[in-house]
């Protein structure tokens, strides 16, 4: 019913900057939150950064002052701007959508998964 599709990951030096975006397409009533997380090889899938709809943010301690969630509520958009990347940054980024598809409950969505790879 929901699609979240991310573009612009990709491989980076430490120091450098990559923008993540996400889109979500079909089904959709409203979206609350959106956010990104990401999952590094042998650990668990943690929180990035999250943003509501009424512009409220929510950051990983790891990363704040680095990246910057924003969003589009007219075109259902979320992006990350990730900057002085560290190596530690490495891992599959993923978008995340609490979503209506109809007034009623909310519907957790989740995309493909972009990687994202910060060389030393």
């Known amino acids: 019913q929901v699609q979240l599709v991310e573009s612009g990951g990709g491989l980076v030096q430490a120091g450098g900057s990559l923008r993540l975006s996400c889109a979500a397409s079909g089904t959709i009533f409203s979206i609350n939150a959106m956010g990104w997380y990401r999952q590094a090889p042998g650990k668990q899938r943690e929180l990035v950064a999250i943003i509501n709809s009424d512009g409220s943010t929510n950051y990983a301690d790891s990363v704040k002052g680095r990246f910057a969630i924003s969003r589009d509520n007219a075109k259902n958009t979320v992006s990350l701007q990730m900057n002085s990347l560290k190596p530690e940054d490495t891992a599959v980024y993923y978008c995340?959508?609490?979503?209506?598809?109809?007034?009623?409950?909310?519907?957790?969505?989740w995309g493909q998964g972009t990687q994202v790879t910060v060389s030393s």
């Open positions: 995340n959508a609490y979503v209506q598809v109809r007034p009623g409950p909310t519907y957790r969505f």
